[in-house]
């Protein structure tokens, strides 16, 4: 049994910090479950492009409000209770608005070693440990 709490997380590695988001890695592919789980904090009032060519990823927002808009197509209101999910590796741009961050809990199959950050493409490259 793997038993892991999110402040120990966020006191740790586990915490990657970008300009528009952090993210605390509570669940890695050296756990051996075939998927990673994290939670995310997208800043308020910032505007992140992102393109997972090489992962799928689904998202529920548990707090704070914006949008996703899939390049070349639709944009979805974002709120408390939202599930989306990122079946189709889609290039997207995820908004979120001022007043307060998007916490975002997220899933990610193949699951991420802790070592990814976006690329300049919005990417996270596929990382062999």
């Known amino acids: 049994m793997i038993v892991r709490t999110l402040e120990e997380c966020r006191n740790s590695e ?38 997972y060519k090489n992962h799928l990823e689904s998202v529920y927002c548990i707090s704070g409000e914006g949008e996703i808009e899939v390049i070349g197509g639709k944009t979805y209101p974002i709120k408390p209770g939202t599930l989306y999910i990122l079946d189709q590796h889609d290039n997207h741009q995820l908004r979120a608005y001022e007043g307060a961050d998007m916490v975002m809990a997220c899933v990610f199959n193949p699951p991420l070693t802790g070592a990814e950050t976006h690329d300049k493409d919005g990417v996270y490259p596929l990382v062999e440990e």
């Open 14 to 51: 586990r915490r990657v910090v970008a300009d528009t988001w952090e993210s605390v890695r509570m669940l890695l592919k050296e756990d051996k479950m075939g998927f990673s789980f994290h939670i995310t904090n997208i800043y308020a009032g910032t505007d992140t492009h992102i393109h």
